[in-house]
């Protein structure tokens, strides 16, 4: 069973839209979320994270939106950039982040 | 800033035989190390978390026989992957933190092509 999924499997934005990438999850013992980024032929990079007490963390023009009670998160990329284009994942770990869980990814492809 | 560096990037080993594979943390202290497989499809798994002065824990499905994993310090982790057969074929990323709870740093990862 899929403990963190990421509805959409990929996704297309114009250059300069707001990009928005669901991912949901399970446990109800995950309380941090972070978001990797992995373009061909790397590993995941960090871009962001959120711990459950928060409902909305911004770093520039990424936003997770956080819904603890619904068990789903949104990462938000605003103005997106064909340099945004790449796989993003919806990552989530509980008792201090011993077991990280990744979702299946969202590929984005941001056309200019 | 945090690096992690995997080597090789990419291997062929036949099927049967074993392949080793390496991770080294530049600026600062691999405490923990997670060995992750990635899939084709791009779902992860993960192998094993590794800390320093701990035993290493491995996932179900993963075995010590199959995948022995070496951290002897705070700087390097090494794995093997034993008898190797197409289906541990894929991309092995060895992600590491400075304590438990830390965020990964991962490195470009070990692929693994296996004939």
């Known amino acids: 069973q899929q403990q963190v999924r990421q509805s959409s499997q990929s996704l297309t934005v114009w250059e300069g839209e707001t990009a928005i990438l669901n991912c949901s999850y399970e446990?109800?013992?995950?309380?941090?979320f972070p978001w990797y980024q992995q373009f061909p032929g790397e590993g995941p990079a960090l871009l962001i994270a959120?711990?459950?007490?928060?409902d909305k963390k911004e770093d520039g023009r990424f936003t997770i939106f956080f819904n603890k009670r619904e068990k789903n998160l949104s990462l938000h990329i605003k103005d997106s950039q064909p340099g945004d284009s790449a796989t993003y994942f919806c990552?989530?770990?509980?008792?201090?982040?011993?077991?990280?869980?990744f979702g299946t990814g969202t590929s984005l492809l941001v056309d200019p | 800033g945090a690096l992690v560096y995997q080597y090789p990037r990419r291997t062929i080993c036949k099927s049967g035989t074993s392949m080793r594979m390496e991770c080294q943390a530049v600026?600062?202290?691999?405490?923990?190390v997670a060995w992750y497989r990635q899939s084709p499809q791009k779902t992860f798994e993960l192998i094993a978390l590794?800390?320093?002065?701990?035993?290493?824990?491995?996932e179900q499905n993963f075995t010590q026989e199959k995948f022995p994993i070496s951290h002897p310090n705070l700087s390097f982790s090494s794995m093997t992957v034993l008898n190797a057969y197409l289906e541990d074929r894929g991309l092995y990323l060895c992600?590491?933190?400075?304590?438990?709870?830390?965020?990964?740093?991962f490195g470009s990862g070990t692929r693994l092509l296996v004939i």
């Open positions: 990552a989530a770990s509980g008792n201090m982040g011993y077991k990280l869980t």
């Open positions: 446990n109800s013992a995950f309380d941090y």
């Open positions: 959120i711990r459950s007490v928060s």
């Open positions: 600026g600062f202290q691999a405490t923990s």
């Open positions: 590794s800390t320093v002065n701990s035993a290493i824990k491995y």
């Open positions: 992600g590491a933190g400075d304590r438990v709870g830390s965020d990964y740093t």
